[in-house]
Structure formats: C-alpha cells, structure tokens
C-alpha cells in the first residue's frame, strides 16, 4: 500500500517526538489532540479509520474522531505546503506528480486528485487553468469525480459533493450540475443511512445536508441568472436552505445573504427589507452572527435606498429623504459594528456615500461625507466590487 508523506511538520504536533523513523510513519490525528503513529492504514472511510502500529498492536476509532490522516510521501507534503502557503498552482503540481508516482494505488488516487481539486478550488480556476510555461490542468470538477470514484466512502464524502456541484456551476454546466447533485443527494443519504446509529457523527450529517440545501439554492440562483427560471424560485430554495443551516452560523449568513440578494432581484424591495429586519430582530446581539447581521444591514439599507429613489422619481420628495436617511444609518452600522468583514464594509461604505450624496440638498457638509466615503473605498478596498464606482464617482464630481 502506498504511504504518503507528512503535511504538517512532525515536531509541531503534540505529542510527536521529531525522529527520521517517525517521518516513515503514517499519522493520524485526531480530535483530542492525540497522534496514532501506523506502519499501515487498513480503513479510512467516513465510519471508521484503522490500522496497524508499528509493534503489531491494532488501532481503530470512529471516523469522526479523526482530523487528518498525513502519509509519509514527499509529494504529498509538498504539495499541502504549497496549498497551506497559498500557492495553489504550485500545489496542483505536486499532487500531479503524486498522480503521476503512484496514481494506480486507491489511496494515492483519492488523496491525489481531492488535493489538486481543493487546490484549484481555493484558486478559483473553475474552467481549469493553462499557465504561460504549458502548465495546464482540467477544471477542479473532473478531479473531485476522480476522487469519489476512486473512494466512494472518503470522510469528506458531504463536502466533496457539494464542491462538485458548486464547481460545474461556475463552469456554466447546469444540467451537468443537476445530476451531479442527484448522485450527491444519494451518497449523503447513504452516508447518513450507514453512520445514524453511531454517536458523535450527527454535527456532520447536519453540515452536509446544510450544504446540499445550499448548492441546490445557488443552482436555482444560476438557472434564474441564466433566464432559465425565476428569482421568485431562487429565493424560496435560499429560504428553506434557511432551517437546514440553523446550526452552522457561516452557512446560515451564507444562505440569508443569498436570500435578501434573491428578493433584491425579484425586485422586491418591501420583501428585502421585511426579510432584513426579521434577521436583525432575531439575531441581533446573538455572538457568533456578525457576518449575518452585517449581510442584513447591508440588504435592508439598500432597498431603503432602491425604494427612496424610486419615492423621488415620483415627486416623493420628503419620504425619498426618510428613506435615504434610514439607509444611510444602516451602511453606518455595519461600519462601525460588522468592520471585520471586508466585502460588506466596502459596500457600506459606497452606499453610505450614496445616500449622503442624496441628502445634500438638506444637510450642509454632505458632499463632503459623499466623497469622504468613496475615497475610503478607493484608498482601503481598491480591489474590491467596488472600488471602480467608487473611483468613477469621485471622477465626476
């Protein structure tokens, strides 16, 4: 059986004595903080992960006790190094390479092509990737199907799915994507079907179907784009994806932010607001939903802003301004309160000097706001959505 190489350095690891004959040993770590140091791996399946210490002894524990299995294999190592460092192609090389080794193993298999999807996958290279020196690697899809099918029990079987699904819709392939989640569906129910008896999985059985929820929302979302379907069905997916993510407060932002953008395009803008302000009554002041709140502050000003210039256009002009002031309070908030996300404060700022920009004729010393705004934007989030208008508005006053 193939052994690959350890990613995360030996003597960082607690408990781990740095030693050449360690480095020969495959390393499972686990959830208590523990390191198992196998000659072999005899089972690593989203149940159970086993194998043999190096004195004869067997080792087994559930799956979900289980971080990480590390493989003294040097491909491998270089290959997470270059991923944990961020240089994502340089790591889809070395995975290649791991393929190339020893490809025909099912463990190198498995671990070869996951490693060069999430590699592609963090890189954001949906389409694949050709670099000017004839570096070139298929779409991170065709290697997460590689991946299952090589190891249809891997641990990570939920988020593999679901990343298959996400991946072929950004390459545009939505009957494709459709499928794809169908077979996902399947395997997560198998998943969970052979795992429901055993406690402590059940946080993960939640999560992956949490996800499925998810990518089945952002699939409508890309049909709607794509003039296939309605916003209206987009966001009634992103609203029942709403209950399945209740638990996991990074998929639940996700999911409401998707959400308010739904309603946003339905064009609904009483609906976006209502559905913000039910947010940040519920979560308000709750630790842990920052990023949510952020999100809602960020959808309710903007239909406050959209139905103020809608109010303007029809001669509207005092509720106009109640509007924008109101919007302008909610930009504010998510500055002085959410700051840690970036992409919400960039916008915040932006709108906010919208809505300053609107209320000129009533506050001296707004224009001035306006372009202050604009300018933070230019100067702190240049790369952002939003640093071109930003720099486009201050061009034109």
């Excluded at 224009?367 to 959505?385: D, I």
């Amino acid at each position: 059986m193939l052994m690959l190489r350890l990613c995360l350095a030996a003597g960082l690891v607690s408990g781990i004595v740095h030693s050449e004959e360690n480095e020969n040993l495959l390393k499972i770590l686990q959830t208590d903080g523990s390191v198992a140091l196998l000659r072999s791996l005899e089972t690593d399946t989203y149940e159970r992960v086993s194998g043999i210490y190096k004195n004869g002894a067997t080792f087994s524990a559930p799956a979900h006790k289980i971080t990480r299995v590390d493989y003294p294999f040097s491909f491998w190592q270089q290959g997470c190094a270059m991923r944990e460092e961020g240089r994502h192609i340089l790591a889809a090389m070395y995975f290649q390479k791991m393929l190339d080794a020893a490809g025909a193993q099912r463990w190198a298999a498995h671990a070869g092509n996951l490693g060069l999807a999430d590699s592609l996958y963090d890189l954001g290279a949906f389409k694949g990737y050709k670099g000017k020196a004839g570096t070139a690697f298929e779409p991170p899809s065709v290697y997460y199907l590689r991946a299952l099918e090589a190891h249809p029990q891997m641990r990570s079987i939920g988020e593999t799915s679901v990343r298959l699904v996400e991946c072929l819709i950004h390459q545009g392939e939505l009957a494709e994507a459709e499928r794809a989640l169908e077979s996902g569906k399947r395997r997560i129910s198998e998943y969970s079907r052979v795992i429901r008896l055993h406690a402590g999985y059940e946080p993960a059985v939640r999560r992956a179907q949490a996800r499925l929820a998810c990518v089945k929302a952002e699939l409508a979302s890309a049909r709607a784009r794509k003039g296939d379907a309605q916003w209206a069905d987009a966001a009634r997916e992103w609203q029942s994806a709403l209950g399945a993510c209740e638990k996991f407060p990074d998929l639940l932002a996700t999911a409401y932010e998707q959400y308010f953008g739904s309603l946003a395009e339905k064009g609904s803008h009483a609906e976006t607001a209502q559905a913000a302000q039910l947010a940040i009554a519920k979560f308000g002041g709750e630790p842990g939903h920052e990023t949510l709140l952020a999100a809602a502050h960020l959808a309710l000003g903007k239909a406050l802003l959209a139905r103020g210039v809608s109010l303007q256009q029809g001669q509207h002009e005092i509720a106009a301004q109640l509007d924008f002031a109101e919007a302008r309070w909610n930009f504010l908030t998510v500055v002085a309160r959410y700051f840690e996300s970036d992409m919400h404060v960039a916008a915040a700022h932006y709108f906010a000097g919208l809505c300053f920009e609107k209320r000129t004729p009533l506050e001296s010393g707004a224009a001035k706001r306006a372009r202050g705004e604009w300018k933070t934007v230019l100067h702190v989030f240049p790369r952002s959505a939003f640093g071109e208008l930003a720099k486009a508005k201050l061009a034109a006053r």
